[in-house]
Each structure stands twice: as C-alpha cells, then as structure tokens.
C-alpha cells in the first residue's frame, strides 16, 4: 500500500492558510477514513483501527451537519460534498 496515493483536494496554498476551517478539516478525516478502509480491507481483524476509523466517521459527520445546518454555509457543504462525493444531497 502506497501511503501518498490519496491526493488531497484543497492545494497546498488552501493547506497552509485555513488548516482550521471545517472544510480542511473534513477533507483531512476522508483522507484518513479512506486509508483506514483500504488498511481494514488487508487486516480485517485490527479491532483498533476499526475503532478508530469510527471515531473519525463521528467526527466528520458532526462535521458535515455543522456545515450543513449553518445557512450561509449551504453552498460551501454542498461543493464540498459533490468534491468529495461522499454523501447524497437531500432531495437529489
């Protein structure tokens, strides 16, 4: 397994200026939930990572509604769910 082979979609400018916004921080938790998931696929009985990988789903599902229930944030979640593509939109 190649460690760099998931490439992030914020570039490396966005990386360095907003490493605290909901968005970085949401892309960053797919980057580690898709590893993680690819890792699990080898190792199905690594109880810790699994343990892990739902702790990051949690986090980035409180996320994802924080984003989504803010009004003037609705455009921002619904470009950053169509990037990712992650989630169905509601009424899609």
Do not use: C, P, W
């Amino acid at each position: 397994m190649v460690k760099n082979s998931f490439i992030s979609v914020i570039s490396q400018k966005e990386k360095d200026e907003n490493k605290g916004s909901a968005e970085f921080q949401i892309v960053s938790f797919t980057n580690k939930i898709r590893r993680l998931t690819s890792h699990l696929e080898l190792h199905r009985k690594d109880y810790l990572s699994q343990r892990g990988l739902r702790k990051i789903l949690g986090k980035r599902q409180r996320l994802l509604s924080y984003l989504e229930k803010k009004k003037k944030n609705k455009v921002r979640y619904k470009e950053l769910i169509s990037r990712l593509d992650i989630r169905k939109l509601k009424g899609s």
